[in-house]
């Protein structure tokens, strides 16, 4: 039956025995030319796509001995159209058994099969084909691309042509293998469609980038039709993007890595058989998609997947094109970022590439090196690894970044060694006593030929050498403390040029420069910063910042910096040298005052301390403020530099407590006796009286503290108790300005109800006339309120316990009342005028008299309501005012309150 489809090739025209095939067009889907080509005109039975037609015909052809075989080849040879008959009958699956065997078939006709085959197919077999046939496909896509790459007769004038439908073809098929195929292990199949589409470029390359050349060979004679160039790139296009788009729909649906990725296009790029004009432009239409797709990635992610890449492993190209993105995201990562990647603890420094991004990442990163810049750069101790000689780097594919290292290590080597000897400059010893533990550590990476020192030594002179700059800065903060109190102290010192003298700035100047030696004994370096300034002042400021804690330090410093500010070549205007004005701080501030306060911390602390001078001491400080109080006696403390605890402290506070309140109860107690004296008090008051008597005076001030008894009496406890307040009002109460008051009240009324009707009817008498006696009666209520049971109540033979209970009476009155002192003063100075208003009642005594008897004899009570129309309601709101009057003849009536008044002034004749 195959001849006979042989003998119908010939009898229907499709083909001529031993002749070429002429041209068919093959690119529809469906229709009379699709058939046509396969040489199936007018075989109606076979163009039905019968199955069970081409299982019979497959099983039959595997029934096939070697010399039927033989028998259709040679057939095949006579007949060119039987083998694309013959592709058309047999089962798909089988077909590309057929396609790899022993067929006159070319390389076009063999990819326009397939793609015709797999056209007339739903998807789902295509898919089922593809996936099971995979491996078969490979072999006959490699025979495609060795069969276009023999040469074609020189006289074919369709090469052109063939091309076009190979490379056509070939793109088709590549899609619906994309389009299945949706995993990387079907890289290489890939592959051989994109190496099938290539060979038939390569057939007319010399054309395709050549227009026309008098040079070409006798071997470019074969074509006369001319390929369209712009066909040939634009296939090229197309199957990069069909390229381009399986990978992205591998790394969505697959989570391509981006190495695989590269694995995977590296297969893809490479194109050696071609002309390098066409290897441009295949790989930069391949490769465009990529470097979209690359730029969104992050470039942390970048730099990682890219590092899994081994080095050497990438096709140039690839590798160019992977040079400029990974530039750019070395230098947009941060230094933190490359540190992290380190730490993720997947051995990147082991990967060659991830080396070679560092070499990149430092050279574009350090370029003004210095001392300051190697600390703020946090990568340096994985340079420093990967770098044990800097001049074996090449080895690890550093070689930008080797003369960047090499600098670093001279600049740390160099900085060692100033440590070491303590030539480096005070600034820079800060500096390196700031990083810590990072500086010996990073010190411990220098190779042996650049440093020979071990972290252990090196660990140990920063130790000393922090010790060298702790005594500088504890001197130097010192002195610019007690400069900013001397500029507050003395203004003009600040203009004076005393401030440029002291001032000094040790950043420039070396360690060993401005501290030498060795600890002395107080565990601190002799420091030669200040050694042109007089040791006088030296010493005063080290130990100011301690002193200046004490109040009463800082009252010495003013009070001699008042005198030497008036006194001195410090006072304005003076003109004098640095020296001069030195010296008179010296003199004048600095040696007097530390006598001073030298002086009182060993008084002090001995308890040896007048009474004269402790009282101006506690002037200076609060002596309700234990708390302060002990803060100055522990500055006393540190100053002595005596060895021991604290007891004494204790002590001290306590003895002075006992001398606040023998000074206050003898304060209390003068005051205490002079109230006795007013009130002319008959009673006991020798225990007030013998105090005073022993500590009032020249000699109590010069006692000492260590003389007063630790313990208070119980007058004294009474004493203290005394507000200051209380004890004003008491002194108001017994000055000689209010004396005269004092026995006025006490003789001229009885009692606090005479004094306050006195009061009451000089205010109804005068409230009219004058504001000013109103004030005056309502100051006098208020001191007879305050000081009644001392005017009117104690008794002449009350002694000193009776007076302090009577004395607390008053206090009582006086915390309800305001300004009892200066109301008791203003009465005093208005004595006259209150002496005057009492006079004036006995004038009034015929008038009341009269007017009582002209009441009881001719007057007439009205009791009950006196207005007449008056409703129930309004009734109930009656006072007592409408319900009552006086009547008398030839006289007005008399309301209530005139009788109220009346009374008022009968009641305090009679008291009279």
């Known amino acids: 039956w195959i001849s006979v489809i042989a003998l119908l090739h010939f009898f229907l025209g499709s083909s ?243 190495c695989t990725e590269l694995q995977i296009l590296n297969q893809l790029v490479a194109c050696d058989e071609l002309s390098k004009d066409l290897q441009r432009i295949w790989q930069r239409a391949i490769l465009s998609h990529m470097e979209r797709d690359l730029c969104k990635i992050s470039d942390r992610e970048y730099v990682t997947c890219l590092a899994e890449v081994k080095d050497d492993s990438l096709c140039l190209p690839l590798e160019r094109c992977l040079k400029a993105r990974t530039k750019d995201a070395v230098q947009r990562l941060s230094e933190v970022t490359i540190q992290q990647i380190i730490s993720s603890g997947r051995n990147y420094l082991q990967k060659d590439r991830f080396v070679h991004m560092l070499d990149t990442f430092l050279a574009t990163r350090q370029r003004d090196l210095n001392l300051r810049s190697l600390f703020s750069f946090c990568l340096w101790k994985v340079y420093f690894h990967l770098y044990d000689n800097p001049l074996d780097g090449d080895r690890y594919g550093i070689v930008q970044s080797r003369a960047i290292v090499q600098k670093a290590f001279d600049i740390l080597a160099n900085t060692v060694d100033a440590v070491l000897k303590g030539s480096i400059a005070v600034d820079d010893l800060k500096f390196v006593l700031a990083q810590g533990c990072a500086f010996p550590s990073l010190a411990g990476l220098l190779p042996e030929s650049v440093c020979q020192h071990n972290v252990v030594s090196i660990k140990r002179v920063l130790i000393e050498r922090a010790d060298q700059l702790k005594s500088l800065e504890e001197e130097q903060e010192a002195m610019n403390c007690f400069l900013m109190f001397l500029k507050s102290l003395l203004p003009h010192v600040a203009t004076s040029g005393i401030e440029s003298f002291l001032e000094k700035n040790p950043s420039c100047h070396r360690i060993n420069d401005v501290v030498v030696g060795v600890r002395g004994s107080e565990g601190k370096f002799t420091v030669l910063l200040y050694k042109d300034v007089p040791s006088d002042l030296r010493d005063f400021s080290k130990n100011f910042s301690v002193w200046q804690e004490s109040a009463v330090f800082l009252n010495l410093c003013y009070e001699c910096g008042g005198q030497l500010r008036d006194q001195s070549l410090l006072s304005e205007g003076r003109q004098c040298t640095e020296k001069e004005l030195v010296r008179e701080v010296v003199v004048g501030l600095c040696q007097p005052v530390t006598f001073k306060w030298l002086r009182v911390c060993t008084l002090t602390r001995n308890a040896s301390i007048t009474l004269g001078d402790l009282r101006r001491i506690l002037e200076v400080i609060d002596i309700c403020n234990d708390q302060q109080l002990r803060k100055e006696l522990l500055v006393i403390h540190r100053e002595t530099k005596r060895k021991g605890k604290e007891d004494w402290i204790d002590e001290r506070i306590k003895q002075i407590h006992c001398f606040l309140a023998l000074k206050r109860g003898l304060e209390v107690g003068q005051v205490i006796l002079s109230v006795r004296a007013v009130l002319n008090l008959l009673g006991d008051f020798g225990g007030v009286a013998q105090m005073c008597d022993n500590f009032v005076g020249k000699e109590f001030l ?62 109804n008498k005068v409230a009219k006339e004058s504001s000013f006696y ?33 004395c607390k009476t008053v206090f009582e009155h006086l915390a309800t009342l305001d300004n009892v002192e200066k109301k008791l003063i203003s009465c005093a100075q208005s004595l006259d005028d209150l002496k005057l208003a009492l006079n004036s009642l006995g004038d009034s005594k015929a008038i009341c008299f009269k007017k009582l008897e002209l009441i009881t004899s001719e007057g007439t009570f009205h009791v009950g309501c006196l207005s007449t129309g008056i409703s129930p309601i309004d009734a109930q709101r009656l006072s007592i005012e409408d319900v009552m009057k006086l009547e008398m003849p030839h006289q007005p009536c008399c309301s209530l309150s005139d009788l109220l008044e009346l009374q008022s002034q009968l009641i305090l004749m009679s008291g009279r």
């Open 774 to 806: 109103t004030e005056v009666l309502d100051n006098l209520n208020s001191v007879a309120t305050a000081f009644a049971p001392l005017l009117f109540t104690i008794d002449k033979s009350a002694g000193f316990g009776e007076l302090m209970a009577f």
């Open 16 to 258: 001529k025995p031993f002749c070429p095939i002429q041209y068919i067009e093959w690119n529809v889907i469906r229709g009379p030319s699709v058939f046509a080509w396969f040489g199936l005109s007018e075989m109606d039975p076979l163009t039905k796509e019968d199955e069970d037609l081409r299982m019979r015909c497959t099983r039959w052809l595997e029934r096939f001995s070697d010399d039927e075989c033989n028998n259709v080849q040679d057939l095949f040879q006579a007949d060119l159209m039987l083998p694309r008959t013959m592709a058309w009958m047999l089962q798909l699956e089988r077909l590309p058994e057929f396609l790899e065997g022993r067929h006159p078939l070319t390389s076009e006709d063999t990819l326009i099969v397939l793609v015709l085959r797999l056209n007339r197919c739903s998807d789902v077999v295509v898919q089922r084909f593809i996936l099971k046939c995979a491996k078969k496909l490979e072999e006959v896509l490699k025979q495609v691309a060795e069969r276009a790459s023999e040469s074609r007769p020189k006289g074919d004038r369709n090469l052109a042509k063939i091309v076009a439908d190979g490379t056509v073809a070939g793109r088709m098929l590549l899609g619906h293998i994309a389009n299945v195929c949706h995993k990387e292990e079907f890289c290489l199949l890939m592959r051989c469609a994109v190496d099938a589409i290539l060979a038939h470029v390569r057939l007319l390359e010399p054309d395709v980038m050549d227009s026309g050349s008098s040079e070409r060979g006798p071997d470019h004679c074969r074509s006369t039709a001319k390929p369209d160039r712009s066909v040939v790139l634009t296939q090229f296009h197309l199957t990069a993007s069909l390229v381009a788009s399986w990978i992205r729909r591998l790394k969505c649906e697959r989570e391509l890595s981006l």
């Open 702 to 763: 010069h006692m000492q503290l260590n003389s007063i008894p630790l313990q208070t009496t119980d007058v004294v406890r009474s004493l203290v108790q005394v507000s200051e307040r209380q004890l004003q009002c008491l002194k108001a109460f017994c000055s000689g300005e209010t004396k005269d008051l004092i026995y006025w009240l006490q003789t001229d009324f009885k009692g606090l109800s005479n004094l306050r009707t006195f009061v009451e009817v000089s205010l």
